[in-house]
């Protein structure tokens, strides 16, 4: 009896061996996460191709200074990696533009593929042709594709909050503005009322202080024109005095001396107005960049504003403030 079961056993083990060698398990490969920081992007291509048009159409786009800090910090940080390192390791990075040649083919094409070899990633294959138009693919499309990124970043950024969020702090916000956002645990309310919130996050590295605040509020939208940069902005700054300095009577401010760079885009089937700008500490000296999200809620009454400052005076900024703007864009449904 014994010999029996252990024979049935052995059967049992190798057809399920059989099964497992038979798969074809690349058709079938789990993906893993994708890796890599936030604003890292991958460039795959040959030398030749780097040192010509096309390699710089790439770092002109990819690499272009972000508007509104104070400090020159580039979209996103191109790192070049040639075709004969592009191995396992680099495929599963989060942001990555592959460009190809293609001599088969007269004309150049470009395709955006998701979670190619990872999960949450997002790929740019570019097939150069041969009459070399692959770098105008890139100089014409630069906006469409570079937006395409900063959504994916975003949306990785949110996925990310929802799992750390404060249930209690986003039912507030939503009972007081009506706003529905994704809020990590680590903000807190600084000043709340009626149709207006303030949540500030406040922590020190390497021995710096740094701060970043969102503020909530609607407005009345009864025409195009409150939409207008001007409008915006002096709403902003009768809001922004409730964020007071370290000198008694000092608050936030726009800057003047600095126009805010203005953008207006669609972002989950709604139209979005942005502006990015520096703000600045009437009565002492302090600044940093903002970020500021305006678009007109479901009832077609209200313009929602939400606004995202960063203080950071010994770190570079970009990140902390792509950190708000997916805060922001969470409330965009």
């Not at 990555?96 to 294959?125: G, P, R």
């Not at 009577?249 to 979005?272: I, L, Q």
């Not at 942005?274 to 703000?279: A, D, K, N, S, T």
Request: hydrophobic share 40%; charged share 25%; net charge neutral.
């Amino acid at each position: 009896m014994n010999k029996l079961r252990l024979k049935t056993t052995l059967v049992s083990i190798t057809i399920a061996f059989s099964f497992l060698v038979g798969c074809d398990w690349e058709s079938e490969e789990i993906l893993i996460s994708s890796t890599g920081n936030a604003g890292d992007l991958i460039v795959v291509m040959d030398s030749s191709m780097w040192a010509g048009n096309i390699g710089l159409q790439v770092r002109k786009c990819f690499s272009a200074p972000q508007e509104g800090l104070p400090k020159s910090e580039p979209v996103f940080n191109v790192i070049e990696v040639y075709p004969s390192s592009f191995n396992r390791i680099f495929k599963t990075t989060r942001n990555i533009v592959l460009i190809e040649k293609d001599l088969s083919n007269e004309a150049s094409t470009y395709v955006l593929k998701e979670n190619l070899w990872a999960k949450n990633q997002l790929v740019l294959v570019v097939k150069a042709g041969r009459n070399k138009d692959a770098a105008e693919i890139i100089a014409k499309n630069c906006e469409g594709i570079m937006g395409r990124f900063r959504e994916e970043e975003w949306r990785r950024l949110q996925f990310a909050f929802a799992r750390l969020s404060d249930k209690a702090v986003m039912k507030k916000v939503k009972d007081l503005t009506g706003v529905n956002l994704v809020i990590p645990n680590d903000y807190v309310f600084a000043h709340e009322e009626e149709n207006f919130v303030w949540l500030r996050k406040d922590f020190d590295s390497q021995g710096h202080q740094i701060s970043m605040g969102l503020m909530i509020y609607n407005t009345p939208y009864d025409s195009l024109a409150v939409l207008d940069a001007e409008n915006i902005i002096a709403e902003r700054n009768k809001r922004t005095k409730v964020v007071d300095g370290p000198v008694k009577g000092s608050h936030m401010s726009t800057y003047e001396e600095y126009a805010p760079a203005e953008r207006e885009f669609g972002f989950n089937d709604k139209y979005v107005k942005e502006l990015r700008g520096l703000w600045n500490m009437k009565g002492a000296f302090m600044g940093g960049p903002f970020i500021h999200y305006s678009f007109i809620d479901e009832t077609g009454k209200n313009q929602v504003n939400i606004d995202g400052y960063v203080f950071a005076p010994k770190f570079d900024k970009r990140e902390y403030l792509r950190e708000l703007e997916a805060i922001a864009l969470s409330g965009v449904k």
